[in-house]
């Protein structure tokens, strides 16, 4: 039996793509935001640019082999190879390991499968590694201690990503470790924390553009695909209605209420840049 293909990562292709088409980015992560850069979707590759600089410039001087776990399309990695790191990625997808493979050359090493199932050398050990926008995806009872396992004495972990804050209500943006629960497993991990920084001012607009994109894209064209098919196919139409309702009210909850928005992101989420170094001994 073939494997069942995750839809988050068809989601995460299927944006790459996108994106990579009218824009020309290959980044999967957020843009930061800073004061000077109007948020619109034409500056998304300038924000993402802002945000890889932001992340590079975290990693401490000495550090030479990083390992970029959940590499992505290879985009921080190609800008890491570029500055004279050597890099080695993790990859759960195929698909996208493909794409940073393009990306990054031969040359850029892809351990593939989850980071909670890769098998390394003993002997491998890297100075850093580094989680972009990939921390939430992984199962966090074990990731300290899988991190720590690959660093050399001294080495540090650099995160950047978002986490749950305990807001009540229900937001309809996924994703994100809850913070204390966070809190609670690096404080037990024994990591000294170096750097801790809330960059969710900067990066909530991100929500905005997807919010803005729903509004005058999404909804105008399921729109207008369901004012034909309600035309040209109606009966078609009442039972595919029928069929797919828990769908289609799941859809317009999280793409077309509006709520999917910075403000909501900003009161459910808080987006860190943590840097934590491991002990000598
Ligand atoms: C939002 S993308 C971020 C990609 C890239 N780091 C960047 O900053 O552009 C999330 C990445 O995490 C990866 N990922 C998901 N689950 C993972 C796991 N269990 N172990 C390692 N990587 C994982 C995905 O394949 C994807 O590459």
Known sequence: MTAKVDSKEVGLIAGLNLFNFFLGTRDLHYGLWQDDLEV???????????????????????????????????????????????????????????????????????????????????????DLVMFSESFQYITLASVFENAMQRLKP???????????????????????????????????????????EDITRETAPNLDIVDQMGRELLHPTFKLIGYAFDSNHPWLAKLLRWKYQKKIKKINRKYLSGERNGENFALHKVYRLLLLRKPEQ
Not at 162 to 177: E, Y
């Open 154 to 196: 001294g080495g540090y972990i650099l995160i950047c990503d978002f986490f749950k804050t305990d807001a009540p209500g229900r937001s309809v943006i996924g994703g994100g470790h809850p913070l204390k629960k966070f809190m609670a497993a690096l404080e037990k991990s024994g990591l000294e924390v170096l750097a801790d």
């Open 40 to 126: 619109c979707i034409q500056n998304l590759p300038a924000a993402q640019q802002r945000y890889s600089d932001f992340l590079i410039s975290h990693i401490p001087a000495g550090v030479k082999r990083i390992l970029d776990v959940g590499c992505g399309a290879g985009g921080l990695a190609s800008e890491l190879l570029a500055r004279g790191f050597e890099v080695e990625g993790v990859s759960p997808s195929p698909l996208l390991s493909e794409a940073a493979q393009q990306q990054a050359g031969e040359g850029f090493k892809i351990h593939q499968g989850r980071f909670e199932d890769v098998r390394f050398d003993q002997e491998q050990k890297f």
